[in-house]
């Protein structure tokens, strides 16, 4: 039999102990062993402390941002092994893309926006420069570094690939080695993806390690610097929230937990309208993909009371056409459960939510008439997908359709009245990951995402406009948060770059403009400007430094210049025109300069007119007029370098330049950055 490996410590280890059998979810033949019997879980955790951590913290943003897309592409070459063992977690080809193309999407877009979004550098600038001095000499600035530690993951069964790559990719990115546990029941499909991570040699060494089995005693050595990221059930999840060591260090630890999740039927939707279909699609595709078991998937459906019967007979009429059985043979839409632990669990949650509702559609239990395609499926752990409705008090909170989980393929129908009625419902679920409303009335979107959203991690409006291209309720993304209040676990994961900043700590500096320019290597407002002669644009992307700068020459700005730039863009706004206008206004005193006219007159000043390095100006950050500008007034332009970010795989870098134009005064009147691509030599 087949024993499942861990990978620690630089080498593979296989546990001579017996330990527990895994099971194919479509025929029930055994897969693999698994244990970790013999694992010393101190050792691995300072492992990657020791030897992950510090070659991570090496590279820059950009550079570990570029190790996740070459990791991403070696994957994708290879996804056809995953999708093969995937069959045996009972999952069909739609449900397998979701786990491996969809987890392997997200180490690509956490590259991309790594790239994008962060600088090419190791220390991570949190919002601008705060003001904490009258002369400007002591400042601050909060800057994120990644934390010390490691990041352990403790993953659901649910989605071998997706759970591991979507933790994986903003903890790497902030630089922090990775231990992954996957649970055990589809810890054969996460070994061979991680076989192959490790095959690719992409990553430092240190920076993963795999545990096929128990986590022994791992979670007795965390401390300040390490990360818990758990996914899993709440009362797992709870548990090990509680360990004396994660308490007494305040280990990060985050729980993305279970959730009831809801989906609203809008009051103004009829049957017949194209949001009542887009409504019955969505619940029954949510009750099917991956046979119920998503995180994500929609548990109670909110539909309005005199609705309930048009919904459930057009659901039944839906769900009659799922063809269940093994994801190989042709036609089939729904595979199995992972396994029979959990189709047993799902039937004994049936039947807590049975008792205060009605069977819509559906069989479960023995004696269920489910019919299975395909050959030698007796020992696979299928189930029909069940719809219930509740016919209880509408409004109690302690009713199992508000409390239980059945992770499977299975929804309730819940009836409501207006829409405070069925916002007190979502409410009832206690925090959920994700909430959808289907509704052609913007007013009633409103109502419903305002009044629920305090209870969800994300919250889906769908209507004809986006049906078209709308990911779904049950899709998160690597892009937007992922996580709930409350039951859901109260964490966030993802959400782009946020998610970086969970395994990265954020610090306040303080001190003089110098210093804190040289710790961040950003020039901050106040700090010292290397004016040497040479103009800046004359500079190659390696030879310029940041703080290099231009103090331009002088411009009076005279009244034929306003009118000149009236003319030319067409802008006559009566504040640049007309006097008395202008005076009646409770800004100004005359007739002001067009602020455009300000920041283009700004770069006659500043620019070296040339072919040189300087390839294009890309845009401008942050522009803010702070004084009117009226004729006679005399402004100068002082251009700094204020942060380089080097393109690894381009010909050029960019580059950010403070931009501040006095006037004769030294009052400040505009303040913006200037973006530009510079070439290297
Ligand atoms: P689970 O039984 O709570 O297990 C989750 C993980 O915890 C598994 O890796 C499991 O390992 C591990 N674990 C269990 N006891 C442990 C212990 N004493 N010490 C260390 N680790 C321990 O949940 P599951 O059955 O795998 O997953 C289904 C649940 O996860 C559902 O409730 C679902 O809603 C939730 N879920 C949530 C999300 C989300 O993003 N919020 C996503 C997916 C699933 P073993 O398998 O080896 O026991």
């Known amino acids: 039999m087949k024993k499942l490996q861990s990978y620690v410590q630089g080498e593979w280890f296989e546990s001579s102990a017996s330990g527990v059998l895994l099971r194919n979810a479509v025929n029930g033949d055994a897969v ?38 070459e990791l991403a592409k070696y994957l994708m070459e290879r996804k056809e092994l995953f999708y093969e063992l995937s069959k045996a977690t009972g999952a069909t080809r739609t449900d397998s893309w979701i786990d491996i193309e969809g987890g392997i999407s997200t180490l690509f877009i956490y590259s991309g926006k790594g790239r994008r979004e962060m600088p090419n550098s190791n220390v991570y600038l949190d919002g601008p420069q705060e003001i904490i001095s009258r002369d400007g000499t002591f400042t601050a600035q909060h800057i994120y570094t990644p934390i010390q530690g490691v990041a352990i993951q403790i993953n659901a069964f ?14 790497l990115l902030a630089g922090v080695p990775v231990i992954v546990k996957p649970a055990s029941q589809t810890a054969f499909l996460t070994e061979l993806m991680v076989k192959h991570i490790i095959e690719s040699g992409i990553l430092p060494e240190g920076s993963l390690q795999l545990v096929c089995g128990s986590t022994g005693d791992l979670l007795k050595h965390v401390d300040c610097q390490d990360a818990v990221s758990f996914t899993g059930s709440a009362s797992t999840g709870l548990m090990l929230k509680q360990q004396p060591a994660i308490i007494q260090n305040a280990t990060r630890f985050f729980m993305e937990a279970d959730s009831l999740n809801c989906s609203i039927l809008g009051s103004d939707v009829q049957p017949g309208s194209v949001e009542f279909d887009l409504y019955v699609k969505e619940v029954a595709r949510e009750m099917t ?18 609705l309930m019967e048009a919904v459930g ?47 819509v559609f559906g069989d479960f239990g023995t004696g269920s008439s489910l019919s299975v395609m395909g050959e030698n499926t007796e020992n696979g752990a299928f189930i029909s997908p069940v719809l219930l409705a509740y016919n209880g008090a509408a409004n109690d909170p302690d009713s199992a359709i508000h409390n239980v989980e059945a992770f499977g393929p299975v929804s309730t129908l819940i009836p409501y009245e207006n829409d405070d009625d069925a916002i007190a419902i979502a409410a009832m679920g206690k925090g959920s990951l994700v909430g959808s409303v289907i509704t052609a009335d913007p007013n009633v979107a409103r109502n419903i995402v305002l009044g629920c959203a305090a209870y969800h991690g994300r919250m889906v409006v769908i209507n004809e406009a986006c049906a078209k291209e709308s990911t779904g309720h049950g899709s998160p993304l690597a892009h937007l948060v992922h996580g709930g209040p409350g039951r859901a676990g109260g964490c966030e994961e993802m959400g782009g770059i946020r998610g970086v900043k969970h395994y990265m700590q954020r610090t306040a500096v303080q001190g003089s403009p110098d210093m804190l320019s040289a710790i961040t290597n950003t020039w901050i407002t106040g700090a010292k400007r290397n004016v040497d002669g040479i103009h ?38 009566y504040a640049h025109m007309d006097k008395a206008a202008a005076q009646r206004n409770p800004f100004f005193e005359d007739r002001v300069a067009h602020g455009y006219f300000l920041v ?11 072919e040189g390095p300087v390839l294009a100006n890309y845009g401008l950050d942050n522009l803010r007029f702070s004084a009117p500008v009226y004729a006679g007034d005399e402004l100068q332009v002082q251009f700094t370098c204020k942060q380089k970010v080097n393109r690894d795989t381009e010909e050029y870098g960019e580059v950010r330049w403070d931009t501040t134009i006095i006037n004769q005064d030294s009052e400040v009147v505009a303040n913006y950055d200037v973006l530009t691509l510079v070439a290297k030599a």
């Open 32 to 69: 693999a062993e698994i244990s970790s019997d013999g694992l010393d879980f101190a050792d691995i955790r300072n492992y990657a402390r020791d030897a992950g951590g510090p070659a991570l913290r090496k590279f820059t943003f950009h550079q570990r941002a570029l190790k996740l897309k």
């Open 313 to 359: 007979d057009a659901l039944k009429a839906r769900l009659a056409k799922i063809a269940v059985g093994d994801p190989d043979v042709e036609g089939v839409r729904m595979g199995a459960l992972a396994g029979l632990d959990q189709r047993r669990d799902v039937e004994e949650r049936l039947e807590l939510l049975s008792q205060q509702c009605e069977k």
């Open 600 to 610: 283009s007159m700004a770069a006659g000043l500043f620019v070296w007119p040339d």
């Open 536 to 573: 800046p644009f004359k500079k190659t992307f390696e030879i310029l430094s940041v703080g290099d700068a231009l103090i331009t020459e002088k411009r009076v700005i005279t009244i034929e210049d306003i009118e000149a730039f009236a003319e030319l863009s067409g802008d006559t706004f």
């Open 289 to 306: 993909a991956k046979a119920g078991q998503k995180c994500t998937a929609i548990r109670r459906a909110i539909v309005p009371a005199n």
């Open 158 to 171: 649910n989605f071998p690939c997706w759970g591991m790559l979507e933790k994986l990719a903003p903890q």
